[in-house]
């Protein structure tokens, strides 16, 4: 079975200082990690994913496989990433649904 | 284009009553997705198409539940004999042509909110 744990539902932090959201999966086979975040009234959409292995926004994931963890890493938040973050899993090989985490409320205090 | 678009945005239905929410993908996007959800939890899969074909469903999905892409384009999700279990989110999301094993992102609509009383 497949599951995406996300252990803080609410994460504080003041404007400047570095964000560090958590991920941990379980899944038996090779997995692709996601983070999907959804801004104030708008949709859901795709931060990064491990494959790519980009900084988008300055976010970064890097999938730890011993650990089973892809934590998301931000060094400097800023008042616009105040959002709901989804860590998501997809089973390589072929399934194509995506497996989400219960998600983290991000607030960036001013 | 303006992205995956879901009709209504809003339902309020009593226990009971079928009800049928729509989905139009991005065009040319040939899967489809359903996700469900509910307050204070991150989306849960419920069905995958591609082209018009079904080709994944989540044991989610109860009887009640049918899911339709009769011409690969739009898709219709509806329940039948609504129960108060049922009120949440429902998200329709697309992804575009690729080949079976690979992955695109699934770009997702803003959603039909139901609620059953």
């Known amino acids: 079975a497949q599951r995406v744990t996300q252990p803080e539902k609410l994460l504080s932090v003041f404007k400047g200082a570095p964000v560090e959201l958590k991920c941990n999966y379980s899944?038996?086979?090779?997995?692709?990690l996601f983070w999907y975040v959804q801004y104030s009234r708008q949709r859901l959409q795709l931060l990064l994913r491990?494959?790519s292995r980009e900084s988008i926004k300055g976010f970064t994931a890097d999938l730890n496989k011993g650990e089973t963890s892809f934590h998301l890493k931000k060094p400097f938040a800023q008042e616009e990433d105040s959002a709901m973050y989804y860590c998501?899993?997809?089973?390589?090989?072929?399934?194509?649904?995506?497996?989400f985490g219960q998600g983290t409320r991000l607030t960036i205090n001013p | 284009d303006t992205g995956v678009s879901q009709d209504p945005r809003h339902k309020i239905t009593k226990r009971g009553q079928n009800v049928t929410f729509r989905c139009d993908p991005i065009?040319?996007?040939?899967?489809l997705y359903w996700y469900r959800q509910t307050l204070g939890q991150g989306p849960e899969f419920l069905t995958y198409?591609?082209?018009?074909?079904?080709?994944?469903k989540s044991r989610l999905l109860s009887d009640r539940f049918s899911a339709e892409r009769p011409k690969g384009s739009f898709s219709t999700l509806e329940i039948q004999r609504t129960e108060q279990g049922d009120s949440a989110m429902y998200l329709c999301?697309?992804?575009?042509?690729?080949?079976?094993?690979?992955?695109?992102?699934?770009?997702f609509g803003p959603g039909t909110r139901l609620t059953v009383l």
């Open positions: 899944y038996s086979g090779s997995p692709e």
């Open positions: 999301a697309s992804s575009p042509k690729t080949s079976r094993s690979s992955y695109n992102e699934q770009f």
């Open positions: 065009s040319e996007h040939n899967r």
């Open positions: 998501a899993l997809r089973a390589l090989g072929g399934a194509q649904k995506l497996v």
């Open positions: 198409f591609q082209n018009e074909a079904q080709l994944e």
């Open positions: 491990h494959i």
